[in-house]
């Protein structure tokens, strides 16, 4: 598995060589997205393309790309690295400039790049297989842009290195305010007393594609009451459940906060329910 693409070849990823000079390397001048695929099915396509599409708008950068382009990209990097569980990763900075300026420069060609890596077995709705997690708690030191999925993700890998390194495998993040933001590379969810809450999206919360899909799912569901709302430290404190999710974990159940067990420590039956939902409809999306 080591096809990528690059600005319109298909190559060896090995191959693949971008400029010091692309802005990408040079300002995070870029934005990304990570598309999940089992089997050749692609995961939340759409939500992906709507999403990078705002986050390029947001930045300046056009690629004249059509949806169609995108999706024969996709599909195409899938049938070269083998169709199996894989992730497809899609960067697209502003282009590579014969001088290092800050301000946009002019007539430049967006570098598009684009390659495959393996990933997990879709999650099962099973509570004695589901990857558990345990998380550490920060202030949030990042940027106020954070609903734009862009490479400079300096202070996103800060923030989950903390949590590594207090023995935890993320952060959950919370503002000024001791509101719940996000987790360092997740969204975030509470359940309290059978209803699901997560932030309100904002400047300070990246729209996540599981975030967005869970959301949907639910509500279309009707049997589980989903709320968006701010959501104080305290409340995550004393949830039942507490979940992160992201295209690579799905929603995956945190355990442990700080060292204190969330609820009775144990996975939950809200977990259960909405990850059963959640698999029976990822690949509507």
């Not at 986050?55 to 199996?84: F, M, R, V, Y």
């Not at 997990?120 to 589901?130: E, M, Q």
């Not at 809450?197 to 799912?217: C, F, N, Y």
Request: charged share 20%.
């Amino acid at each position: 598995m080591n096809t990528a693409y690059l600005n319109g070849k298909y190559m060896p990823i090995e191959q693949a060589k971008i400029s010091p000079l692309d802005r990408g390397f040079l300002f995070g001048d870029s934005v990304y997205e990570v598309v999940p695929s089992y089997a050749g099915k692609l995961v939340g396509f759409m939500p992906h393309l709507q999403r990078m599409n705002g986050g390029l708008e947001a930045i300046g950068i056009s690629t004249g790309w059509s949806e169609k382009q995108w999706l024969d990209l996709c599909l195409k990097l899938i049938q070269e690295n083998g169709a199996g569980n894989l992730g497809i990763y899609l960067q697209i900075s502003r282009g590579t400039y014969e001088s290092r300026a800050h301000r946009f420069p002019d007539k430049v060609t967006p570098t598009i790049f684009a390659f495959c890596f393996e990933i997990a077995a879709a999650p099962v709705a099973d509570k004695t297989l589901a990857k558990t997690y345990k998380v550490s708690t920060a202030r949030d030191i990042r940027w106020d842009r954070r609903d734009i999925k862009s490479t400079s993700l300096l202070g996103n890998v800060l923030h989950y290195q903390q949590g590594i390194e207090q023995g935890n495998q993320e952060t959950l993040l919370y503002n000024e305010h001791n509101e719940l933001t996000e987790a360092s590379s997740c969204n975030a969810f509470i359940v309290k007393n059978g209803t699901v809450i997560t932030p309100l999206l904002d400047h300070q919360k990246l729209p996540g594609i599981t975030r967005q899909i869970l959301i949907d799912v639910l509500r279309n569901d009707g049997k589980i009451p989903i709320e968006e709302r701010v959501v104080s430290m305290e409340e995550v404190a004393e949830a039942d459940e507490v979940w992160i999710t992201s295209s690579s974990r799905e929603i995956a159940p945190v355990i442990a906060i700080d060292s204190v067990p969330v609820g009775n420590g144990q996975v939950g039956d809200i977990w259960l329910a909405a990850q059963t939902l959640f698999s029976a409809n990822r690949f509507n999306y």
